[in-house]
Each structure stands twice: as C-alpha cells, then as structure tokens.
Nanobody, 124 residues
Framework: QVQLVESGGGLVQAGGSLRLSCAAS????????MGWFRRAPGKEREFVAAINWSGGSTYYADSVKGRFTISRDNAKNTVYLQMNNLKPEDTAVYYCAANWGGSRWYDLRQYDYWGQGTQVTVSS
C-alpha cells in the first residue's frame, strides 16, 4: 500500500515556474515507477512525465518536454516535478501516481495508487 500526497501547486504568471512535490508513505516507494498526470477543465486526465525506480530513466509528454523535469529522492520517499516556462494551457489539477511493474508509463491504467491532486493555475 502506498499513499501519495501532492503539494506545491498555486497561481503563477505565464513564463513562471513551480515545483510540485509528491510525498509517499510505505517502505516500497523506491520500487515503483512514479508518474505525474494532469486534468484540465473539461478534459480527460493526461500523462505528463514518469521516472523509473532508480531515477535513471525518464519519459515526458511532448507538450512539456524541455520545460518540465521529473526527479525523485528515494531517501525522502518523494518525487518532484519542476515546471518552468509555464503556459496558460498547463493549468490543471496535477496528480502523482505509483506504477508497480507496468511498462506503459504514459498509460494511467498502469498506475496502482494516486494522490488527491494539486491545482496549478497559469495566468496569461
């Protein structure tokens, strides 16, 4: 069982930055692939970024590549999403999720545990 709690969301102007954190409970955190997803108003939840158990491999949606960076600190049971050069279209609720063994990191159905989400609003 893994419990996830996101933090770090807020209101920022276009071009600004935010860093989201996701704190996990459970001794097996380091064994999970971790992902970030988001859901914009009126849209379905979509993949943003993922990182493997060691942090050695990462994967990004094309829409955020070059602007967002996912990282993790297994000693702190925490995964991060650094978001730079934010755009109004990045406005969404951001969720972190834990994936046990699934290979399709972009597929939300592969994730076993989810946080409650944190709101990110980017003003133009």
């Amino acid at each position: 069982q893994v419990q996830l709690v996101e933090s770090g969301g807020g209101l920022v102007q276009a071009g600004g930055s935010l860093r989201l954190s996701c704190a996990a409970s459970g001794r097996t955190f380091s064994m999970y692939t971790m992902g970030w997803f988001r859901r914009a108003p009126g849209k379905e939840r979509e993949f943003v970024a993922a990182i493997n158990w060691s942090g050695g491999s990462t994967y990004y949606a094309d829409s955020v590549k070059g602007r967002f960076t996912i990282s993790r600190d297994n000693a702190k049971n925490t995964v991060y999403l650094q978001m730079n050069n934010l755009k109004p279209e990045d406005t969404a609720v951001y969720y972190c999720a834990a994936n046990w063994g699934g290979s399709r990191w972009y597929d939300l159905r592969q994730y076993d545990y989810w946080g409650q989400g944190t709101q990110v609003t980017v003003s133009s």
